[in-house]
């Protein structure tokens, strides 16, 4: 049955993240290059690409084997070794994984320290940022709508139109 997605869980990597994730924040931006001179209103803008995009989650637990679980997790995720730095790890959500998003895979940026609430559940927040190898994306609009054509201007004063006419006179001239 067709709805609204239900998740509140996180694959990373092979690892399913414990507890209840939410996510706070994730967006996808564009980038642009905007041209435009100086005294003038208005400007041609041109699309250079996506911007990767930053995620923000939050990860709940109440139960101590969730705890000593995350454990687990951190350190096989979250600690960058210097042979392999961090790795990029895929990411298993529908919200993040679905359009307008399309986020598969992701680097850690920040791990918050634990913090214990009133009720004695913890909780972290986690910064992302996705992983996505470059690739040449650069595109210009092709007009506005509608779109007229107008004629090449041509300037002309008093001369240049008695110019036009004695031409045109000697050119009928030598035509005969």
Do not use: C
């Not at 000593?68 to 298993?92: H, N, R, S």
Request: net charge neutral; charged share 20%.
């Amino acid at each position: 049955m067709p709805g609204f997605p239900t998740q509140d869980t996180l694959l990373l990597g092979p690892f399913p993240i414990p507890g209840k994730v939410t996510i706070l924040s994730a967006s996808r931006k564009s980038k642009w290059q905007i041209n435009s001179g100086w005294g003038v209103d208005g400007g041609n803008t041109i699309w250079v690409g996506v911007e990767p995009a930053e995620i923000k989650l939050r990860i709940e637990m109440w139960d101590p084997l969730q705890y000593e679980a995350w454990k687990i997790v951190a350190k096989a995720i979250f600690v960058p070794t210097a042979k392999t730095g961090q790795l990029a790890l895929d990411i298993k959500h529908p919200i993040l994984n679905d359009p307008p998003l399309n986020i598969t895979a992701v680097q850690v940026v920040e791990v918050q320290a634990m913090q214990q609430d009133d009720q004695g559940g913890w909780s972290t927040e986690i910064t992302l940022v996705e992983f996505k190898r470059p690739k040449p994306a650069i595109g210009q609009p092709k007009a506005a709508i509608p779109t007229a054509t107008n004629p090449p201007p041509t300037a002309q004063d008093a001369q240049d139109v008695k110019i036009a006419a004695l031409s045109a006179q000697l050119a009928g001239l030598a035509a005969k």
